[in-house]
């Protein structure tokens, strides 16, 4: 077995053990509903339906899934309820694959674009400045020069944990002094990335989301003096989202891509939740890609997402 069968295999196992609750939670119960029956009927798919909602795959999500699985069974005439959790791994493969969730390229950036600038937003406590930390770790295993800007000035905390990361990971962090302007720190950091040929730079920013007209005043004034060092940066908005939280993290992404383009999403804190199914309905609702799905605490516990990976440990046998 080669070395890359071997790293999978490790990172499937990461996968099925930070989806196991979820798929518990939605297996005990399907097995519940199709109790008895060896046949899809209307009781079983308002059962599925029910399962779908609340393991916060989100209602219109779930009404979708519903009505693909009905196409099915009025096309085939019959289905047993063993093909169900076939039959709902390949719809909601497809679904993702719709929402341009398809399977991103193992932390690498485009050969063309240099620096690869990434502006990551999100509230706080949802694990935005841990997944920076993580995405520089992986992206420098790849052989890639990192950069990290520490813009989020309204937090000293968020600082020093940006520093901590820095140290841990082996890359340097452009910072200044608490309450700072957060364009001049993005200003630095691709200022000095670009002098010294820096692969990739990450942007850390304020989490705050009391007021929406400021959060989007402060998001487009970093973009705008980024794009002055480095024409048309921002090339990826990331937006961190806490799994854990359920439907809070709808509304946050509804916040966030209200107030600046989101290109991308990374949804943590999926080990030890039973809300793994918020993955299939955010996707889905704000037609924009997971790239990376967090599953633990360890530096190679942030993945990319593989949405066939990802279905197989949530639906898997």
Sequence with gaps: ???????????KETLDQGLEKTKENIFSRLTRAVAGKSRVDDDVLDELEEILVTSDVGVDTTLKII????????????????ELTKILREEIAELLTENNSGDTVEFAVPE??????IMVVGVNGVGKTTTIGKLAYQFKQNGLSVYLGAADT????AVEQLDIWGKRVGVPVVKQKMGADPASVAFDTLSSAKANDADVVIIDTAGRLHNKINLM????????????????TPDEVLLVLDGSTGQNAFEQAKQFTAATEVSALAITKLDGTAKGGVVIGISDQFKIPVKYIGLGEGMEDLQVFRRKEFVDSLFGE
Excluded: Q
């Design 1 to 11: 077995m080669g070395l890359f069968e071997i790293f999978s295999k490790k990172k």
């Design 67 to 82: 009505d693909r699985i009905e196409g099915r069974v009025a096309r085939d005439k019959y289905v047993s309820t063993d």
């Design 154 to 157: 309204f937090r000293a905390a």
């Design 217 to 232: 005043n402060e998001l487009t004034k970093i973009k705008n003096v980024m794009s002055k060092v480095v024409p048309g």
């Design 112 to 117: 063309n674009k240099k620096p690869y600038v």
